[in-house]
T-cell receptor, first 114, second 111 residues
Framework: ETGVTQTPRHLVMGMTNKKSLKCEQH?????MYWYKQSAKKPLELMFV???????ENNSVPSRFSPECPNSSHLFLHLHTLQPEDSALYLC?????????????FGPGTRLLVL | QKEVEQNSGPLSVPEGAIASLNCTYS??????FFWYRQYSGKSPELIMS????GDKEDGRFTAQLNKASQYVSLLIRDSQPSDSATYLC???????????FGPGTSLSVIP
């Protein structure tokens, strides 16, 4: 099983739908992250979970709701999204606590909001 | 001031040439520096990390770090068309759980 997996890989949803993105890491890491990447824009950090506790929420609208039931799984619940939320959503994991810590990314979920 | 800055490009180099990618950062307490490569439509993949001043070589890639100048670069020797991608510079500051990514530099290697 590859290090960080994400499902689904592609998602099309209407503005009134509710959907969830799933991320699973198989690397034994203790931190997980959600990033948003829009076309021609840099990676935007959305949420950080460190030892299952949310340590960062970068002013993300409440229509995005993260959940981290354990250190291997991370979800992003979506509801009443807007077309401008269409983007590539990337999950990453890392082992926090060393300066050499590196983030490993999943393949991403390509989201289109109609 | 943006925390991590890169020239957006596109940077075009002929096949076989050296591609030089640059990154500056604002947090003087930064300790860890990473270069990621991202192909169009794909997720970023780590290609180099560097933690101390000087050069670090891995195959055709060399990362260079100068903490006094708050500058990190990536050199790609013998550039290949397959190197065409966006290169992201990432910097970890004093807080271990926060990595800041630059906007990326688009590299095009012309056959």
């Amino acid at each position: 099983e590859t290090g960080v997996t994400q499902t689904p890989r592609h998602l099309v949803m209407g503005m009134t739908n509710k959907k969830s993105l799933k991320c699973e890491q198989h690397l034994g890491h203790n931190a997980m992250y959600w990033y948003k990447q829009s076309a021609k824009k840099p990676l935007e950090l959305m949420f950080v979970y460190n030892f299952k506790e949310q340590t960062e929420n970068n002013s993300v609208p409440s229509r995005f709701s993260p959940e981290c039931p354990n250190s291997s799984h991370l979800f992003l619940h979506l509801h009443t999204l807007q077309p401008e939320d269409s983007a590539l959503y990337l999950c990453a994991s890392s082992q926090v606590g060393t300066a050499q810590e590196t983030q490993y990314f999943g393949p991403g979920t390509r989201l289109l909001v109609l | 001031q943006k925390e991590v800055e890169q020239n957006s490009g596109p940077l075009s180099v002929p096949e076989g040439a050296i591609a030089s990618l640059n990154c500056t950062y604002s947090d003087r307490g930064s300790q860890s520096f990473f270069w990621y490569r991202q192909y169009s439509g794909k997720s970023p993949e780590l290609i180099m990390s560097i933690y101390s001043n000087g050069d670090k070589e891995d195959g055709r890639f060399t990362a260079q770090l100068n903490k006094a100048s708050q500058y990190v670069s990536l050199l790609i020797r013998d550039s290949q068309p397959s190197d065409s991608a966006t290169y992201l510079c990432a910097v970890r500051g004093a807080s271990y759980d926060k990595v800041i990514f630059g906007p990326g530099t688009s590299l095009s290697v012309i056959p």
